[in-house]
């Protein structure tokens, strides 16, 4: 669910991550983008939020099955 929200509102997506700073950064950055580049640079914060969502669960399944890193 949250990938397809990232393809649309990338920074609310980043935000549902549990990462509100990076949320606030990438909507002051993707607003401006999004208007003078007419929607080219968009594919970069679908990365971005995608990458985060990716992150987020590979953390939760490492609480989960009490993996260390290190």
Known sequence: ???VLA???PPLS???TGRP???IISFLIWIP??????GLTHP????L???LIYQQGEERRARRYGY???
């Open 21 to 23: 700073f990076v949320a």
């Open 49 to 51: 939020a995608w990458v």
């Open 33 to 38: 983008a999004i208007i003078f580049s007419g």
């Open 68 to 70: 260390r890193e290190g």
């Open 1 to 3: 669910m949250n990938y």
């Open 14 to 16: 980043i935000l549902l």
């Open 7 to 9: 393809l649309f509102l």
């Open 44 to 47: 970069m914060f679908i990365v």
